[in-house]
């Protein structure tokens, strides 16, 4: 369950969990412990996050860390001029095994961001574009958390595993084919479940639906060196050791990486009418320290029921504060049926119009309405941010994925304005 307080020992050694204290002077099976803090010691209860591991070497057994190339990570969100108008990237090129290879690491793109992360404020969108696993290498994110959009065969390895790794944690990620994926990073602050209201107790993404993993070790020496790479104040860094990092014994605590599968949400939606605004599909949310703020809200348009009466069912046209990134993991998007593809993106930034394209506007608006599938088979997701997003260079030139006629969906749109004649019949 999600934020749950857990324990977990690897069957092989029991009894490694020390009872009734965290520093024994010597540990069970002569392990060393290790706290991992997700939040300030000092936090609130409520916010408060820390985990015990029982190791076989602590974590800083390794040789000291250098500089590595970043290849298109990047922090900078003056890269290029700022850009109001309404972007769509193609389907992000996954490179060819055959051609290079290219693991989740090396694959990894910034896109957009907003913010500043070395005073722990703001969020940065990443698209990974990779063939290859992850050998003898591992990954963690001084910076902040990773949500890692939702992929067949991606498998993580981690001293904890998974694969929305919280700030710190190493984990190494296997594919078995050329996989593309979306990250939302969040630095500062953690992932919630959204508060529910007048919902009630129940709905949205249930916490006991959040997986979290089992300890499991490997005493493996590497003699030829395994490799810790760390993403620091948006730099890479790499350290060479001569052990697997993955080698925790037993833990408990809070911090833990966590997943989820989206088919569990359970959606609330219109079954009256009108159109409900999108938080009602929030999954997680990165709350600022504004009431009701997110600096980063992870929403998803899974498969649903559309039922509402004399309604325009789509998402309206609109204009909004905060930035709106989307992605597609599967299927197809009801305000846009050609054009916005798997594996692609839009952003609409704050204030800039959107809305449904031209076509989509002129079938909802003649359709019978007749209770209806939205979607089947289908997962969009969008990452909502009150940051007013800076897209990258790569983002903007070198993905050359950006799609130079996305504005034209809307040209066909035209007056249907009839001045004489109240059509259709007005408000009830
Ligand atoms: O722009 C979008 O497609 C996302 C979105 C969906 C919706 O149902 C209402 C508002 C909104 O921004
Ligand atoms: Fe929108």
């Known amino acids: 369950g999600f934020g749950n307080e857990c324990a977990s020992e690897d069957p092989r050694c029991p009894g490694s969990l020390p009872e009734g204290q965290n520093n024994p002077q ?16 000092t936090c609130p209860r409520s916010t408060n996050k820390r985990s015990w591991l029982y190791r076989i070497l602590p974590s800083v057994s390794h040789k000291p860390f250098e500089s590595i190339d970043e290849g298109h990570v990047t922090h900078n969100w ?56 992850m050998e003898n290498r591992c990954f963690y994110n001084s910076d902040g958390d990773f949500l890692i959009g939702e992929f067949l065969r991606l498998q993580t390895r981690s001293l904890l595993t998974d694969p929305w790794p919280q700030r710190g944690m190493r984990f190494s990620i296997d594919v078995f084919e050329e996989t593309r994926g979306y990250i939302l990073e969040v630095y500062g602050v953690h992932f919630e479940l959204p508060d529910l209201g007048p919902i ?14 089992v300890a499991w070790y490997e005493d ?31 833990w408990h605590g809070n911090y ?35 009431p009701g703020v997110a600096i980063a809200d992870f929403v998803i348009f899974p498969p649903r029921w559309g039922v509402a009466d004399k309604t325009f069912r789509p998402p309206y046209y609109h204009r909004n504060c905060m930035s709106e990134f989307m992605g597609l993991i599967r299927g197809h998007y009801e305000a846009k049926q050609g054009g916005f593809l ?8 704050t204030m800039t119009p959107h809305g449904p394209d031209a076509d989509c506007f002129e079938k909802a608006s003649k359709v019978k309405l007749a209770p209806e599938r939205i979607a089947d088979g289908t997962m969009a997701f969008m990452f909502e941010s009150s940051l007013s997003l800076a897209v990258t260079k790569w983002g903007l030139k070198a993905s050359r994925c950006l799609d130079e006629n996305y504005h034209k969906c809307w040209e066909p749109l035209k007056s249907h304005f009839t001045p004489n004649s109240r059509n259709p019949a007005g408000p009830n």
């Open 200 to 213: 009630g107790a129940n709905g949205l993404a249930n916490p006991r639906d959040f997986l979290i993993p």
């Open 78 to 133: 003056d890269e290029v001029d700022p850009d109001p108008n309404q972007l769509r990237w193609k389907p992000f090129e996954i490179p060819k095994a055959s051609q290079k290879k290219v693991d989740f690491v090396s694959g990894l793109h910034t896109l957009c961001g907003a913010g500043d992360i070395k005073s722990n404020n703001g969020i940065a969108i990443h698209i990974f574009l990779c063939n290859t696993s």
């Open 342 to 349: 798997p594996g692609g993106g839009s952003l609409h930034s």
């Open 256 to 290: 833990t990486p966590y997943k989820y599968n989206l088919k569990n949400f359970m959606v609330i939606n219109s079954v009256a009418f009108d159109h409900a605004d999108p938080s009602i599909f929030t999954v997680l949310t990165a709350k600022s320290v504004r």
């Open 26 to 41: 010597v540990c069970p099976y002569n392990l060393y412990a290790e706290q991992l803090s997700g939040s300030a010691f």
């Open 220 to 250: 493996r020496q590497v003699p030829a060196g395994y490799t810790v790479i760390n993403k620091y104040q948006g730099k890479l860094f790499a350290a060479k050791q001569d052990v697997s990092p993955f080698n925790v014994v037993a």
